[in-house]
């Protein structure tokens, strides 16, 4: 049997979400998250909803009020109703600073026998074979030279 967890609000609380809930701006979520805490009281001030019915009002799955209940009884308020921030970025950069200057010292250097300039792709070949980086895409470095606002023409 799934665990129930039961919400029950101090007046503290209940006064900290109905502000959150009518004044002043805020992410969505969190002015969803703390009307679904209101109505799911249980205390002695509270409407005392059950999970079904405050879904159906508010638009979202009982599952999620259940994983919502969860994280206010066992972590509090705050981390209820806010967005669990992030602890890691996405993925790890690449292609920085250096990469950059190498790039651009490339881009200045004289061009190769037999052709007229530098291209993207030529470019990208050529940080290559020089070892500069172990693999690179002709968009990366048109990007890098975009970014660096340098025009090849």
């Known amino acids: 049997m799934v665990p129930r967890y039961r919400v029950t609000l101090t007046e503290e609380e209940r006064k900290d979400l109905e502000a959150i809930s009518t004044k002043g701006k805020r ?3 969190t002015v969803l998250y703390a009307r ?14 059950v999970v079904a019915r405050v879904s159906e009002a508010l ?4 599952r999620s009020l259940e994983h919502l209940k969860k994280r206010f009884v066992e972590n509090g308020l705050p981390v209820a109703i806010e967005r669990k921030t ?3 970025p996405p993925c790890e950069i690449q292609f920085g600073g250096e990469f950059e200057a190498k790039l651009l010292a490339l881009a200045c250097s004289d061009v190769p026998e037999g052709r007229e300039r530098w291209t993207i792709r030529l470019l990208a070949e050529k940080m290559v074979e ?3 980086v172990p693999r690179v895409s002709p968009m990366t470095v048109c990007n890098t030279l975009k970014k660096m606002n340098l025009s090849l023409t």
Request: glycine share 12%; no cysteine; net charge positive.
């Open 36 to 49: 679904a805490l209101l109505l799911l009281d249980a205390g002695e001030n509270g409407p005392k909803w």
């Open 59 to 62: 638009g979202t799955t009982p």
């Open 86 to 88: 992030r602890e890691t």
């Open 27 to 29: 992410a969505a979520r």
């Open 130 to 132: 020089l070892k500069m």
